[in-house]
Nanobody, 127 residues
């Protein structure tokens, strides 16, 4: 089992920044995917960003078009904490943000491919 706990959400004005953290505990993977998703009221959960690690050293990052250039996803050594740096936040970024993890995924953007989820943290961007 893997336990994920997000933190760092809050209220920020448009144009501001927040950094979300996701602390992982329990079983770890040598090859694994960690993703960030968000869900706004009345909308489906959508992909934000992900990091795929291979062979313990190679990492590949993926971003949704809506956040590319504004958000940065990273993992800290020894890989038990993940971050989502969010800059130039806009009101449409308002949502509950979740981190998720899996040993392997076929599609990094598909919520159904992830095995473990955090409880979520609220991000609210005011105009």
């Amino acid at each position: 089992q893997v336990q994920l706990v997000e933190s760092g959400g809050g209220l920020v004005q448009a144009g501001g920044s927040l950094r979300l953290s996701c602390a992982a505990s329990g079983r770890t993977f040598s090859s694994s995917v960690v993703g960030w998703f968000r869900q706004a009221p009345g909308k489906e959960r959508e992909f934000v960003a992900a990091i795929r690690s291979r062979d313990g050293s190679k990492r590949y990052t993926y971003y949704a078009d809506s956040v590319k250039g504004r958000f940065t996803c990273s993992r800290a050594n020894p890989d038990n904490t993940m971050y989502l740096q969010m800059n130039l936040l806009q009101p449409e970024d308002t949502a509950v943000y979740y981190c998720a993890a899996a040993a392997m995924v076929g599609n990094v953007g598909a919520p159904s491919d992830y095995d473990y989820w955090g409880q979520g943290t609220q991000v609210t961007v005011s105009s």
